[in-house]
């Protein structure tokens, strides 16, 4: 057998309390409360952001050493996929930073700049004529352009 309080007269209240409407000072009291935890969330993100681009320009760093030390074709996917994501990193990093600003432009030149010496570097493990000097200087090329948007 199930109880409704509903059908039965005698257990239903007539006392119900009804939701008060908020005032306007509580109203702003709570906007501001709520402009508070985005920004403080935002803080977080950005600050686990830092941690995540300074792990990944290490291993960039990395395996751009084991790249000139061994260039192999395995070592040097290894590189590029970790390229790919410090960029991924960095874009994400500069939209939460400013929405407002776009400085996209200037990562996608970057970006562009970026794939074109990976694209060298690809083309110099095929060319098995060219130095280890010459793959050197372009991972250092890209290491400092990464540091340059990392910056």
């Known amino acids: 057998m199930r109880i409704n309080p509903l059908e039965d007269g005698s257990l239903r209240s007539s006392n ?4 008060k409407k908020k005032s306007k000072k509580s109203q702003k009291i709570g906007s501001g409360f709520q402009e508070g935890f985005i920004e403080t969330l935002e803080e977080v993100q950005i600050s686990d952001l830092e941690r995540a681009l300074q792990a990944t320009i290490k291993e960039v760093v990395d395996l751009g050493n084991n790249l000139i030390r061994s260039p192999t074709t395995q070592n040097f996917h290894k590189y ?13 990093r500069l939209y939460i930073v400013d929405k407002s600003f776009s400085p996209q432009e200037g990562l996608y030149m970057v970006a562009r700049e970026v794939d074109e010496n990976l694209q060298q570097i690809a083309e110099s493990l095929i060319d098995v004529e060219k130095s280890a000097l010459n793959l050197s200087a372009k991972v250092e090329t890209i290491y400092g352009l990464l540091m340059d948007l990392y910056r």
């Open 80 to 92: 590029r996929e970790a390229v790919k994501s410090f960029l991924k990193l960095i874009e994400k």
């Open 16 to 19: 119900v309390k009804k939701k």
